[in-house]
């Protein structure tokens, strides 16, 4: 998935939560706005603690009662500062994280990090788990395991009014002879360099592949028609796509993917994670917290522990 950087003033006017307007699969209409969820629009405070649960995590971390976590802050309905850089962060990514924490009864200690250094520094021991929208893929479940909260995936987007690509993009070879935007570290990098050689198999011009180390650059770059289309999260390009100031139409999904809170490989704090997050599932705060972020076509029915990859 993709991995929300940090912004620049680019994408500053982008913050307002204002209403998001796509559909899911199984919506029946628009999403709800950001915000929306509860009357004090903080579903987590109503969160407590479950003994049974909390049990399940190993007893040094009960006694220690905090967890580091790694967390990539860049744009909303993710992670995202909402006063601009520093301050506390926002997004359904925090609020799921935080949530878990307090039916685990632990405390967050919370350090921002770049999207690609958080999985390397899961495996050296630096975070206890990671946050960052990470999408599960077949690459990386030899090294990390997922504990599942949203069902998100790939998307498209291009500049409002660019009708050349149809309604939606539902091949890569309808990227052939196109210039694609995309982050740096992200399963979109991966996607597309795999499907290089489709163009030439049919007979078409390559597509070119422009990595952008920011979200703002990447969206100037598609406002100025340096790259013909972006690829990264369905639930950020729709986000996008609902702010008038980026100027941005979202094109579909491409191809979904389970997204989760990631851990080293054999991490004994899964099993405690998964009965959270499915306790959130049961007892409603879950869909609250989607329905905050305007996010529950990305609702899932129960939490898994590194299932395979969507195919």
């Known amino acids: 998935m993709s991995g929300p950087v940090r912004r ?113 520094a899961l495996r050296s021991g630096k975070f206890a788990f990671g946050t960052g929208n990470f999408g599960v893929t077949a690459e990386r479940l030899p090294t990390i395991d997922f504990v599942t909260y949203v069902d998100d995936g790939q998307g498209f987007a291009v500049q409002q009014g660019d009708s050349s690509f149809g309604r939606s993009i539902t091949s890569l070879t309808e990227l052939c002879g196109r210039t694609v935007g995309l982050s740096a570290g992200t399963t979109f990098e991966a996607t597309l360099q795999a499907h290089r050689g489709d163009c030439r198999k049919a007979g078409r011009k390559p597509y070119e592949v422009r990595v952008f180390a920011e979200s703002g650059a990447l969206l100037t770059a598609l406002q100025q028609g340096r790259v013909d289309v972006v690829m990264s999260t369905i639930n950020g390009l729709r986000y996008q796509a609902s702010q008038p100031a980026s100027h941005t139409a979202f094109l579909g999904e491409y191809h979904r993917l389970d997204v989760g809170f990631a851990f080293a490989k054999g991490s004994p704090l899964t099993r405690a994670f998964q009965a959270a997050v499915n306790e959130l599932i049961r007892d409603g705060v879950y869909a609250r917290i989607l329905r905050k972020w305007g996010t529950t076509g990305s609702a899932i029915r129960t939490s898994r522990i590194s299932p395979p990859e969507h195919r």
């Open 8 to 120: 620049t003033a680019a994408t500053a006017a982008l913050l307002p939560l204002l209403a998001l307007t796509g559909c899911g699969p199984g919506e029946a209409g628009a999403e709800s706005p950001p915000g929306a969820g509860t009357a004090s629009g903080n579903p987590v405070a109503a969160v407590h603690k479950v003994a049974g649960i909390a049990a399940l995590l190993p007893a040094e971390v009960r006694r220690k009662g905090t967890l580091r976590v790694g967390t990539s802050v860049g744009a909303p309905p993710s992670a995202y500062y909402p006063g601009g850089t520093g301050g506390r962060p926002a997004g359904q990514d925090i609020d799921m994280a935080d949530a878990v924490a307090k039916v685990l009864g632990v405390r967050l200690e919370r350090q921002d990090a770049s999207f690609e250094t958080i999985l390397p």
